[in-house]
């Protein structure tokens, strides 16, 4: 009982935001968090049903409010789908109607899948399966006459939020990250714990640390074994980790991104040569090479790295 107030509260302090907000599409944090965590599984979507992927995220994030809607965080429902005959579990909201019967998922994977399905086994969007992958527009449009959703203005803010947010790129993928659909297809919770944000730097992904947090217990969240990331960040496994620690999946990059091009790092108070290699994604033993730096070398404030 809780856990479904908070949620509530949070979908009712969405709804206390103005409406023009989400109608302008603004760039905001929590819906580039949703399209970091699912934009692999749309992918993945779209290249088994043909459903471009930039409708999929643009839906996703239109029908569960970014994934924070009770829909959403309970019935793992990211898009809207009513029961319309469902055998399985059912979750109650008011809707166009009081009380209205939406789909219940395990996982936001099931969802997803459903969402696919219901769109390609429709015989009323089977015309939108005749429109080019890539054509977003008539997709959003496609998708508002053949009714999926009652209001007037579905259509365009599906399609405010794909250019907002450059969706239609992944219109064009031939491949995707496995690890990345595998995890946003999951629960959001682990042992009752949130699951932490992934973000991208560096062609690598990464998370933060939260205050307890262990290698170990890194681990078993992302599936990746605890000796394998503390190599990867260059750290001895049994390390305590501090609260806001950058902790990457993979194996880091040998130099910063292209758009560090000939920008140095200025060094400030406080920081070590640890401390930039993580900042930027990149090898510790190689930010030394790269400076021409001995690892007894001390750093000071002021002084210029190459970081690329």
Partial sequence: MKKFLLHLIIYISLLAVPTGAFAQYKWNRQYQNYIDQYKDLAIEQ????HIPASITLAQGLLESRAGLSPLA???KNHFGIKCHGWPGRSFYQ????RNECFRAYDNVFQSFEDHSKFLSSSRRYARLFDLKITDYKGWAKGLKACGYATSPTYAQSLINIIETYDLSQYD????????????GGTDHQVSGQTLHPISINNKNYYLRARKGDTFRSIGEEVGI??????????????????EGDIIYLKKKQKKAAKEFKNQPHRVEPGQSMYDIAQMYGIRLKNLYKMNHLYPDYQIRPGDMLRIR
Avoid: G, H, I
């Fill in 46 to 49: 779209m290249l088994r049903y």
């Fill in 73 to 75: 965080t309970v019935a």
């Fill in 94 to 97: 008011d809707d166009d109607a």
């Fill in 172 to 183: 064009r993928a031939k491949s995707y990250d496995k690890f990345m659909a595998r995890r």
């Fill in 225 to 242: 074994s605890y000796r394998k990331l503390a190599k990867y960040n260059e750290r001895d496994k049994n390390d305590v980790l501090q």
